[in-house]
């Protein structure tokens, strides 16, 4: 089984501000590692995704997360937010194996940008 | 391009009353899963359906809810006698047949128990 952990329910940022979302998850086996963002009254869509490869991946409007296979970890980071970013964050993880597996998700960091 | 729609947006309805959340997949895809987000908690996964039947499901699809794909593009979720802790937003996805694929997910549709 799988679990995954996102440390920090809210984070207030103001805008042109970085800011860094914690994940960390654990797994049993091998895992794929997603990123998904829920705007306010939206569904959720993907911002990024670890498959292989290079450990730091970019994803959509500028966000990036880096892979820690040692500490289980998977942050995700903006180096200058923007107000438009204020939304909800979703860490995930999928077993590699298993090719109808299902995601799971962390509990969401709410990120509200301040002018 | 291509996006998992979802109807209806919102349902409001009284509980012990069935409900039929539709989904229609993204045209290519060959899995489609339910989940479910109650207020201000995380994203829960409830089933997973590929090739017609049920691949994997979570304890909390019990024998209240179904899932159907009656016409090849439509892709159903029925709650048999709604309960009040029912009440969440309700997100359809769909991924195509590659292992790295990523989950598109529907807007969601809100049902509300009362």
């Known amino acids: 089984a799988q679990s995954v952990t996102q440390l920090d329910s809210q984070v207030p940022v103001f805008e042109e501000a970085p800011v860094e979302l914690r994940c960390n998850y654990s797994?049993?086996?091998?895992?794929?590692l997603f990123w998904y963002v829920q705007y306010p009254n939206q569904g959720l869509q993907l911002l990024l995704k670890y498959l292989s490869g290079s450990t730091l991946v970019k994803g959509i409007n500028g966000f990036e997360a880096e892979f820690n296979k040692s500490q289980t970890s998977f942050h995700l980071r903006k180096p200058s937010v923007h107000i438009s970013d204020t939304a909800e964050y979703f860490c995930?993880?999928?077993?590699?194996?298993?090719?109808?597996?299902?995601?799971?998700f962390g509990g969401g960091t709410r990120v509200l940008v301040k002018p | 391009e291509p996006e998992v729609t979802q109807t209806p947006s919102h349902q409001v309805t009284q509980m012990g009353q069935e409900v039929i959340l539709r989904c229609v997949p993204i045209?290519?895809?060959?899995?489609f899963y339910w989940y479910r987000q109650i207020l201000g908690q995380k994203v829960e996964f409830l089933v997973s359906f590929y090739n017609n039947e049920i691949s994997e499901k979570s304890e909390i699809f019990d024998d209240q809810f179904s899932v159907e794909r009656p016409d090849g593009s439509n892709f159903t979720l029925k709650i048999r006698s709604t309960k009040l802790e029912d009440s969440a937003m309700y997100f359809c996805a769909s991924r195509n047949d590659e292992n790295t694929g990523e989950l598109f997910f529907g807007e969601g549709s809100r049902l509300t128990v009362l």
């Open positions: 797994s049993s086996v091998s895992v794929y």
């Open positions: 995930a993880v999928r077993m590699i194996k298993a090719a109808g597996n299902k995601l799971t």
């Open positions: 045209s290519n895809h060959l899995y």
